[in-house]
């Protein structure tokens, strides 16, 4: 009686959408830990339990890759923030907003995905801030498209609550304001030195960002500063020194 071949258990093909979600996970983390140049497609293919090919398909080449990590938390953020500063302005009707409840609807959407996990959670947000400090003229080319629309949204209502400000110190502000947010959100040696001085304090994303607040509020709300009192007293400074 002749015996039958062995039947072969074959592995369910994998749901395209779970290796890519699969993928940006890997991604994701470690490009938090190790910062865009240190991160190699092979390390992510291990990661994710996939090979390169994969990676190709969904995503071509590293640089895509990344942009795909930041733009899967960063349009949902960012759309929450422009639908947060819409319904205020409506309750508001035609006053305008406090640059208090402006810097809430853009600091809300940020809480909330920092004590979100299954949304990247605080690991993103470092991700985001060390995206914001990289060299890399494409990761800067990236991010100025990707918050275009929602920056040009906040500038028009602190134009409204700020008349007084020239739009050229508002973008300047606006500037200052972005870069104190990916500073704090990037986790930094400097805010581990703080809490080594103060081991009582806490020092949770959502705390920092509560800090943060009262500090681009004053900042936003500064009166001009005549610059060429400043440029004066550096420049005298400097000649001393040099």
């Excluded at 996939?50 to 949902?76: I, M, Q």
């Excluded at 030195?193 to 900042?219: C, K, M, Q, V, Y």
Aim: include cysteine; charged fraction near 25%.
């Amino acid at each position: 009686m002749p015996t039958k071949a062995p039947v072969l258990a074959l592995k369910p093909p994998r749901d395209p959408a779970t290796t890519k979600a699969r993928i940006l996970d890997a991604a994701e983390a470690l490009f938090m830990e190790h910062g865009f140049e240190a991160t190699s497609l092979r390390s992510i293919t291990a990661t994710a339990e996939v090979n390169l090919a994969a990676v190709n398909y969904h995503f071509g080449s590293k640089e895509e890759l990344f942009e795909a990590v930041l733009t899967r938390r960063l349009d949902p953020m960012n759309q929450a923030r422009v639908e947060l500063l819409t319904r205020l302005e409506a309750q508001a009707g035609s006053s305008p907003l406090s640059c208090e409840r402006i810097l809430m609807a853009l600091l809300i959407p940020a809480l909330k995905l920092a004590r979100d996990p299954e949304r990247g959670g605080k690991d993103f947000l470092r991700l985001l801030g060390r995206a914001y400090a990289d060299p890399a003229p494409f990761i800067r080319r990236f991010l100025s498209e990707q918050y275009a629309v929602m920056i040009a949204r906040f500038k028009g209502a602190f134009a409204r609550a700020l008349p007084q400000l020239p739009r050229k110190e508002l973008s300047w502000r606006l500037h200052f304001i972005m870069g104190a947010l990916s500073y704090t959100l990037a986790g930094t040696d400097a805010l581990k030195l703080i809490a080594e001085l103060n081991p009582h304090e806490s020092t949770n994303d959502e705390i920092l960002l509560r800090r943060l607040a009262p500090f681009l509020l004053a900042g936003l709300e500064a009166p001009l500063p005549d610059l060429s009192a400043v440029t004066r007293e550096l420049d005298g400074e400097l000649g001393r020194t040099g």
